[in-house]
Nanobody, 121 residues
Framework: QVQLVESGGGLGQPGGSLRLSCAAS????????IEWYRQAPGKERELVAT???????NYADSVKGRFTISRDNAKNTAYLQMNNLKAEDSAVYYC???????????????WGQGTQVTVSS
């Protein structure tokens, strides 16, 4: 059974830090690319960060320099380290795993259930 389970969300203070985890099971984690998305109330889901199976990372401009995506294939877990939090970072954060067969072809996509992040003083 495939599962992606996010954890680590909660209340963070402006300027503070939180680290989200995405624990995977039921598939070969190391060959999957991982994305973190977020969705705030009334807004579209936004791609925050990506890490490929080879370790290449990309970030949305809104989080560049503040967030870091990483993965530990031995633990089947991906992370999103969020520093210098801002109120606009408040959202439900989702982990997404997929296999890239090419630049345009993705297969076997899996989503986690999401974890709430609220940034407030």
């Amino acid at each position: 059974q495939v599962q992606l389970v996010e954890s680590g969300g909660g209340l963070g203070q402006p300027g503070g830090s939180l680290r989200l985890s995405c624990a995977a099971s039921g598939f070969i984690f190391s060959i999957y690319d991982i994305e973190w998305y977020r969705q705030a109330p009334g807004k579209e889901r936004e791609l925050v960060a990506t890490i490929t199976s080879g370790g290449t990372t990309n970030y949305a401009d809104s989080v560049k320099g503040r967030f870091t995506i990483s993965r530990d294939n031995a633990k089947n877990t991906a992370y999103l380290q969020m520093n210098n939090l801002k109120a606009e970072d408040s959202a439900v954060y989702y982990c997404h795993a997929y296999r890239s067969l090419s630049d345009t072809i993705r297969v076997n996509t899996y989503w986690g259930q999401g974890t709430q992040v609220t940034v407030s003083s």
